[in-house]
């Protein structure tokens, strides 16, 4: 069974946020969690983070045609954790490789946003937000990419240990329906039922156009982590426990030295010589001074939206709307990473 393996710049061992513009290479035999696989991996691909999100269309189809020439019995990605952009491209690469016909697994957390990428196409091994949870991702993922490598059948989803694809399959059930039916409520009723349709994701209409922006009380928020110098209230750099608020009264603009980003998911240092690349504070004033809104709420909002759970950020979300609500904001200005 030849196995392909793709990595980003980091677990590749090609370097840090540093290194996260690399174009795509491929390396012969097993590298960084490669080894740990107990496969026996013919290639290693290699993307940046920053290289494959930038430049999509020139990325993707070098791998691809890496991918192909290899004539690949199974692709494995990652595991990429709770990385936003290594998740993606992981997701992205596994789903057009499964099109092309080559089985693919990937190992990241279930809510990396390379789970929607990889579109229920590639299997998907979840692990912990953490790196920590190499030790457990690795055989798990290997023991699924050995099954799709020799084309054996894969179980459902609780039984192989992977994500539900989004599939629905006729069984057939030799219980009468009124047994299975009273099943179903005494497993309710003990906690223990397990539904056979996912709820679907919570869907939120846009709200209505703005009609005329120069009536409007405009508020900023952004979870890219923008704070003032030195993080005096440390906001976390990644899976944020909380969100913070500053005044913008007398403030015209984002000062290099004097606001930074805490982010940890990306290289700071081209947002922190210029903040108002995260949160556009200057182009804010001037449509103030021009009358073309009708003011801005002098309030920042702002956290780290690193690997934050879903669960998390809905809160921080709700707070922070009910905050704009009550100074009678009218429009938002949302600004992320």
Known sequence: MKVVHYLNQFFAGRGAEGAAGLAPERIAGAVGPGRGLGLDVAVTLVCGDDFFGEHE????????????????????????????????ACGTLAREAVRRGIPAVCGMHPES????????AAYVVPTDERVTGMRDALPRMAALARKLGA???IGA?????????????????????????????????????TSEAAAPPERIPPPPPIADPAGVRLALVTESGLVPAGNPDRLESNRARTWLEYPLQGVTAFAPGAYESAHGGY???????????????DAVRALESEGRIGGLHETLYTTTGNSTPVAVAAGFGAEIAQRLHDAAVQAVILTGT
């Not at 290289?267 to 504070?281: F, G, H, I, T």
Request: one cysteine or more; glycine letters at 10%; charged letters at 20%.
């Open 157 to 193: 989803p609780d039984a192989e240990g992977y994500l539900p694809r989004g599939l629905r399959h006729n069984v057939l059930d030799e219980r009468p329906a009124a047994v299975r039916a009273v099943d179903l409520v005494l497993a309710k009723l003990a906690g223990t039922v």
């Open 151 to 153: 084309r054996a059948l």
């Open 57 to 88: 269309t020139e990325a993707l189809p070098q791998l691809l045609a890496w991918l192909e020439e290899e004539a690949a019995d199974v692709l494995v990605c990652g595991p990429s954790f709770g990385s936003g952009r290594y998740g993606y």
């Open 267 to 281: 290289d700071v240092r081209a947002a922190n010589a210029d903040p108002n690349r995260l949160v556009p504070l």
């Open 113 to 120: 946003p390379g789970v929607p990428a990889a579109a229920g």
